[in-house]
């Protein structure tokens, strides 16, 4: 028979069974609820980091919207230049089936403005071509003592930001245009020359004196068209050279001699000469504006 327990042990296993009990509770339901709770907190950490990204990408949608506009509007002017009128119908359906056709048709009213005499017309027909950056790369000389000398870096510094430029430009990949080359023999004095070379460059009223100050290689770039070569046979056109006439000539007494005289070809310098003029015109499509959505 058990003795009756005494105040002493009842104490000891009332708190023996409360450690129990709460023991029971911290490790069956207070610890898994913990555990929740920080894989909640990890959680709700990982959303609001995420939703402060994709916030923070959305404050950027307005600046670059007009960032990517503003660019859009600067390499639309520049672009321009490229988009050849020559090439407009190529532009417009992709078919190069009639590309020398129409380049025919813009060239040939020009030549005849000009007035000058065509004896042989090659159109090259469309290709692609990469078109090369210009730039002049220096020559930059280096020896053992001043290599020496550059104890603080100085010169080395000074030659890395001379070559910058060159060096940048070099490595950049070149772009690819459409092309089409065109050769031409002709005869002509120096302000038929001219004045198709104004044409071609769009100018309705252009004179030789105009030409002269500008060059005729300054400014047909601005419509996609490079004078690749000009060859003159007689490069004064006339100027200071002479000419063998033979004529005949009628005495009083009737009677009939051969006279054989010299006679300035063109002294002012506006005789005519033999030319051969290489053309390159070149063609982009037109850049397509963005579509930024709403």
């Keep these: 028979m058990m003795r009756e327990m005494s105040y002493r042990d009842k104490m000891i296993l009332l708190i023996i069974t409360v450690i129990i009990i709460l023991a029971v ?30 916030q923070a990408k959305i404050s950027q949608i307005e600046p670059l919207k007009t960032g990517i506009t503003e660019d859009y509007n600067n ?21 190069n089936l009639k590309a020398n056709l129409i380049m025919e048709q813009y060239v040939q009213p020009i030549i005849e403005e000009s007035e000058l005499k065509v004896s042989d ?5 469309i290709n692609s071509s990469s078109i090369e950056y210009y730039y002049y790369t220096p020559n930059v000389l280096t020896y053992s003592l001043l290599e020496s000398a550059d104890v603080n870096g100085n010169y080395a510094q000074e030659v890395t930001d001379l070559l910058k430029q060159s060096s940048t430009l070099s490595e950049k990949d070149t ?12 005869t002509g004095k120096k302000e038929n020359l001219m004045t198709f070379l104004a044409k071609l460059n769009g100018e309705e009223d252009a004179t030789v004196e ?33 000419q063998v006439i033979t004529e005949q000539q009628t005495d009083e007494a009737g009677n009939v001699t051969t006279v054989t005289r010299e006679v300035p070809m063109a002294s002012d310098g506006n005789g005519e000469s033999t030319m051969e003029i290489s053309l390159t015109f070149y063609n982009a499509k037109p850049i397509d504006q963005p579509d930024l959505g709403a």
């Design 210 to 242: 105009g030409r002269e100050e500008d060059g005729f290689g300054s400014d047909i770039a601005e419509n996609a068209v490079r004078v690749t070569s000009i060859s003159i046979d007689d490069y004064t056109f006339g100027e200071g050279k002479t």
């Design 25 to 54: 509770g911290f490790f069956g339901l207070i610890r898994p609820k913990y555990n929740t709770l920080v894989e909640d907190r990890a959680v709700c950490q990982a959303t609001q980091d995420e939703y402060d990204g994709v």
């Design 175 to 186: 772009a690819e245009m459409m092309t089409n080359t065109l050769s031409l023999s002709v």
């Design 121 to 125: 017309f090659t159109l090259g027909g």
């Design 75 to 95: 390499s639309k002017e520049i672009a321009e230049m490229f988009v050849n009128e020559a090439f407009q119908s190529v532009n417009d359906t992709y078919d």
